[in-house]
C-alpha cells in the first residue's frame, strides 16, 4: 500500500512560481531519500532535485539551480518542490520518488528510486 500522490502542477506564465507536493504513506517517510524527476514529452525523464534521508542535504539540476527548493515534512510525510521563475522549458510531467536508504547508485539516476508518483503536470507559457 505505498502511495506517493503529487500536486500542485497546473498551467502558469514565464516568471511565475509554483510549489509541488508529493504525500506519501506506506513507507517509514523519514528513512527514505526523496527526489523530484521531469519528464517532457519526447524527452528521457530528468533528475531535478533531491533531498537526503538523513541529514536534509540537497542537490539540484543545474538547470534549476538557484530557482528551485525542495524541502521535506517528515511530520506530514510529504515532500515539497517551490519553483521560481519558472520558464518554458520547464514544463514536463514531475514525478516524485523515493530511494531506500543506503541504495546503491548515484541519486541523480531515476533507477535508484524504487517508488514513483503519477506525476503532476506544470506548463509554463511564453
Known amino acids: 500500500q505505498v502511495q506517493l500522490v503529487e500536486s500542485g502542477g497546473g498551467l502558469v506564465q514565464a516568471g511565475d512560481s509554483l510549489t509541488l507536493s508529493c504525500a506519501t504513506s506506506?513507507?517509514?517517510?523519514?528513512?527514505?531519500?526523496m527526489g523530484w524527476f521531469r519528464q517532457a514529452p519526447g524527452k528521457e525523464r530528468e533528475f531535478v532535485a533531491y533531498?537526503?534521508?538523513?541529514?536534509?542535504?540537497?542537490n539540484y539540476a543545474e538547470s534549476v539551480k538557484g530557482r528551485f527548493t525542495i524541502s521535506r515534512d517528515n511530520a506530514k510525510n510529504t515532500v515539497y518542490l517551490q519553483m521560481n521563475s519558472l520558464k518554458p522549458e520547464d514544463t514536463a510531467v514531475y514525478y516524485c520518488?523515493?530511494?531506500?536508504?543506503?541504495?546503491?547508485?548515484?541519486?541523480?539516476?531515476?533507477?535508484?528510486?524504487?517508488?514513483w508518483g503519477q506525476g503532476t503536470q506544470v506548463t509554463v507559457s511564453s
Open positions: 506506506g513507507i517509514i517517510f523519514s528513512s527514505y531519500t
Open positions: 533531498i537526503s534521508w538523513r541529514d536534509g542535504s540537497t
Open positions: 520518488a523515493a530511494r531506500r536508504p543506503y541504495s546503491s547508485g548515484n541519486y541523480y539516476y531515476a533507477s535508484s528510486y524504487v517508488y
